[in-house]
């Protein structure tokens, strides 16, 4: 069964530190999304791929965090420099389109130090 | 604003126990529901949705009436098995696809 990979599963890193996740959607969604999960509390999205283009960043803190998918197809979700407040659970998920069912991958756990 | 507000846990059952989580939302339009479970070291899983008021999601013995008249979409299981033990979010969608999640309940089914 197909299925969305995310790396690293874990990433600790210290406050002013670049960092960097990947995702790779399941073959032939057009759509990706970047949730944050922060323990205790629900995903809250932060940004949605329609193929290459943005379509929702509107919850992205743009002064840290950047997202790009240049060939439509993986993502890779960057924050510099990293704070405290960062530490949470990053989630991707990709959908076959928008409104089709979400499929979510395993997470990558941060923690800023 | 729509948001989702589900019970809040842990909650800890026997095995063979009756469950019922509670969810409500708030929303303008009329939106989708969902319930999502997530597993120790696992991403979400959708596990039952509906998309519209008195249809019923079912799967893997887990039930939710959408109620519009309550704004409710309570989970349900009859007999919890301890590899149920997991995180439950309830979620709702609106147009363009947003989705907003509760803060999930954790369920732990012990023997």
């Known amino acids: 069964e197909a299925e969305v990979a995310q790396s690293p599963r874990y990433k600790i890193t210290e406050k002013s530190q670049a960092v960097a996740f990947w995702c790779d959607p399941i073959?032939?969604?057009?759509?990706l999304y970047w949730y944050r999960q922060i323990l205790g509390q629900g995903p809250e999205l932060l940004v949605q791929f329609q193929d290459e283009s943005v379509v929702d960043d509107s919850q992205l803190p743009k002064d840290r965090f950047s997202a790009e998918r240049l060939k439509g197809v993986d993502s890779t979700l960057k924050i510099q420099p990293a704070e405290l407040g960062d530490s949470a659970m990053y989630l991707c998920?990709?959908?076959?389109?928008?409104?089709?069912?979400?499929?979510f991958g395993p997470g990558t756990r941060l923690t800023v130090t | 604003g729509d948001s989702v507000t589900q019970m809040e846990g842990p909650v800890t059952l026997s095995e063979e126990a009756f469950l019922t989580i509670n969810c409500t939302y708030t929303a303008t339009g009329y939106p989708s529901l969902f319930w999502y479970v997530q597993y120790p070291g696992e991403g979400l899983q959708l596990l039952l949705k509906?998309?519209?008021?008195?249809d019923k999601g079912s799967n893997k013995g887990f039930e939710a009436t959408y109620r519009k008249e309550t704004t409710s979409f309570h989970l349900e299981k009859g007999s919890v098995q301890v590899s149920d033990s997991a995180v439950y979010f309830c979620a709702l969608r609106l147009y363009g696809n947003q989705f907003y999640f509760g803060t999930g309940t954790s369920l732990t089914v012990i023997p």
């Open positions: 073959s032939g969604h057009a759509t």
């Open positions: 998920a990709s959908s076959l389109s928008t409104g089709f069912e979400q499929y």
């Open positions: 509906a998309t519209k008021a008195d």
